[in-house]
């Protein structure tokens, strides 16, 4: 197991960028792919962003595909998410998620380790 601390979460008006960082404490994230999922209050969470175990290859949701870039960088046991051209919506909580697998997946029960999440909210 791994503990996961996102942070980089607040409140930007639309068109902003944010980058948000998913820190793996205790291990590095060598061995693990790594996804970012969304969570609105009441709602499921969903697939946003995965990069795999070598950082090569990423997935995106087609939400978010083209405005959103993920990268891993293993020395840092950390994970950024940049997201450009923020799109007006409430507030949602991000979390990441590590599995011990070479690639990542949409699913929410293919990941082992979550963080607690970071929230943000793009206003108009």
């Known amino acids: 197991q791994v503990r996961l601390v996102e942070s980089g979460g607040r409140l930007v008006q639309a068109g902003a960028s944010l980058e948000l960082s998913c820190t793996a404490l205790g291990r590095t994230l060598n061995w693990d792919s790594v996804g970012w999922f969304r969570q609105p209050p009441g709602k499921e969470r969903e697939f946003v962003a995965g990069v795999s175990r070598s950082g090569a290859s990423t997935d995106y949701a087609d939400s978010v595909k083209g405005r959103f870039a993920i990268s891993k960088e293993d020395y840092k046991h950390t994970v950024f998410r940049r997201m450009n051209r923020l799109t007006p919506q409430g507030p949602a909580r991000y979390y990441c998620?590590?599995?011990?697998?070479?690639?990542?997946?949409?699913?929410?029960?293919?990941?082992?380790?979550w963080g607690q999440g970071t929230q943000d909210t793009v206003s108009t």
């Open positions: 998620a590590a599995r011990q697998e070479p690639v990542s997946s949409r699913v929410r029960r293919a990941y082992d380790d």
